[in-house]
């Protein structure tokens, strides 16, 4: 995640880490009851705790309604139809390429805001 952390951080996001999929949900989860919801959420597949496809699933659970991005060496058809079920937006192979994060990051912002 630091090459996404400083891949972002170059184009001016902020970017909160977190390797524990049940304490992103937390952190996710608090951000929405604070009014201050994160405008996307990355998630790998494979935290040190729960999947990315469970936690995915709680994010959608807990209110989350932006964008989330799943990251994975494992993309298969399968793959993303789960991902997918449990409310994935887009999905990212690793190695994850810089101008694909970037442009993916924008594309799903921009829709999110309506434009």
Known sequence: MAFLRAA???NGS??????SGRAAVSIVQNSIDNAEPFDMVVVDRKPSDID?????RL?????FAGPIIGTSWDLTTNVR????DAGCTEFLEKPVDLAQLIDTVAQ????????
């Open 52 to 56: 990315g496809i469970e936690t995915t």
């Open 14 to 19: 902020h970017f909160v880490e977190e390797t």
């Open 8 to 10: 972002l951080a170059r």
């Open 81 to 84: 139809n789960e991902w997918s």
């Open 108 to 115: 799903l912002i921009l829709s999110a805001a309506g434009q």
């Open 59 to 63: 994010l959608r659970e807990v209110g």
